[in-house]
């Protein structure tokens, strides 16, 4: 006689697909599994379900439901007891832990994604979950801590030498104290010795501040940020500061997007159309020597007109120029930002989703895993410097070397 537990696949095939259940694989996946777990318990008990045996040392007495979280949604477990003793099927459930390891994965990379917690209950419920609480994406989140933290301390020397490195600041919103306050990352990025960029690190800080850039920049040379050459970044009075003091022997570039909004901030409206087409035909010169010598020339044709503007173009020369002590070819890389601003919007499509973070370390855990996440790209693409063009910047001229003046071209407005 077939014992209760025993399943005839056939019969039980056949029914499902006669019903045309849309539930059929989890169906299929629940019989398969709890069969399996009483078979197993008849093993550890020395006897099959309701026969009599010399060989028993235990009697089965009845079932404990667990409900397993699979990739075809959540699922009923009989788990068989036992009158004396216990059993646990290890090989399939984790004490304390229901979701299955591949589970935690998807939610972690829904959480990487920047997906809510009210939108990730969504989202497994189309899966089949019943439910997904806050204390589980919590816990599921946290597993992520270690991978950060091992990426945000390691050491930065065997990468080195980081001939340019890019350095900006983002806001988010975090819960402190029963208030919702700000908090800002600061954040790296560098060129390697191997031509790809990747982030040197991040720390979260209350506030953009020289004391903040300066701990930021002194963690970064404690780990080995070695071989810097030039640092490219907006106007910030304590980022300078920072650079200044860890970096001694670097040239400080200004990034040209933030110095043209900073321009057009003193220049009158009507004015700004021809001035900001000036400006931009001082970085279309095919040399240093060009560029200079058409910079003095948009000094020259502003001074009358507009004074101000002129004694602002004077005073940012050397900032907004220092690009042109490096090759030609590395110029577009380096005079501003922007590559820094794609790496940022790609943050906030994370962060946005979240809104306001319930503390720093939240920010941390999301924002160290994306950078991390980006890193391994850029170390699986393209390089985004060739190493002759790397050997070059790193014999570049002295910045305080003067340039010449010959061969002016004419200015276009």
Known sequence: M?????????????????????????SLLQTMINALLSADADAVVGAEWGRPSPGR????????????????????????????????????????????????TVVADCYLAGVSTRRMDKLVKTLGIDSLSKSQVSRMAADLDETVAQFRHRPLGPAGPFTFVAAD?????????????NAVVLLATGVNADGHREVLGLRVATAETGAAWAEFFADLVARGLTGVAMVTSNAHTGLREAIAAHLPG?????CRTHYAANLMS????????????????????????AVHAQFDRLIDYVQAKLPAVADHLAGAREDILAFTTFPKDVWTQVWSNNPTERLNKEIRRRTDAVGIFPNRDAITRLVGAVLAEQTDEWAEGRRYLGLELLTRCRTTPDPTTPIGADHMPALAA
């Open 2 to 26: 077939t014992a209760p537990y025993m399943v005839d696949p056939a019969g039980v095939l056949g029914e499902a697909l006669s019903q045309a259940s849309p539930d059929l694989m989890r």
């Open 266 to 289: 003193i220049c009158p409206k009507s004015m700004w159309p021809a001035v900001k087409a000036m400006l931009h035909s001082v970085y279309d010169q095919p040399d240093a020597t």
């Open 250 to 254: 670097a040239v400080w570039q200004r």
């Open 57 to 104: 040392t235990a009697q089965r007495n009845g079932y404990r439901h667990r409900d397993l979280d699979t990739r075809v949604g959540t699922i009923d477990v009989a788990v068989p007891k036992l009158r004396t003793g216990t059993y646990f099927p290890e090989w399939l459930l984790e004490r304390r832990k229901r979701a299955e390891s591949a589970m935690i």
């Open 169 to 181: 600041a983002l806001t988010m919103e975090v819960r402190e104290g029963g208030r919702v306050v």
